[in-house]
Nanobody
């Protein structure tokens, strides 16, 4: 089993910054893609950013130029640096990772964290 734990959420004023972190632990052989999703009240969950095992990063259009995703494979963590935050960024942010638990676990499994709330408000 693998656990993902997010941290770093909170209340911030518009224009401010937050850094979210997600730590993976448990039975980990290798972590493939790592992603951040968010879900605002009454809205569907949406992909915010993703980073492959090779380090290629993607950020969605609504956050492009403001958010940056990074990972530390030595620590099994993925971070989301969020700058110039807007009220519309308010949501629960979820970490997601594709994890292979052993050499023979070729396809791996998808795991989710429980989420961390980000509120952007004055």
């Amino acid at each position: 089993q693998v656990q993902l734990v997010e941290s770093g959420g909170g209340l911030v004023q518009p224009g401010g910054s937050l850094r979210l972190s997600c730590a993976a632990s448990g039975s980990i052989f290798v972590i493939n893609d790592m992603r951040w999703y968010r879900q605002a009240p009454g809205m569907q969950r949406e992909l915010v950013a993703a980073i492959t095992g090779g380090g290629s990063a993607y950020v969605s259009d609504p956050v492009k130029g403001r958010f940056t995703i990074s990972r530390d494979d030595a620590k099994n963590t993925v971070d989301l640096q969020m700058n110039s935050l807007k009220p519309e960024d308010t949501a629960v942010y979820y970490c997601n990772a594709e994890v292979r638990s052993s050499w023979s676990d070729y396809y791996g499994m998808d795991y989710w964290g429980k989420g961390t709330l980000v509120t952007v408000s004055s």
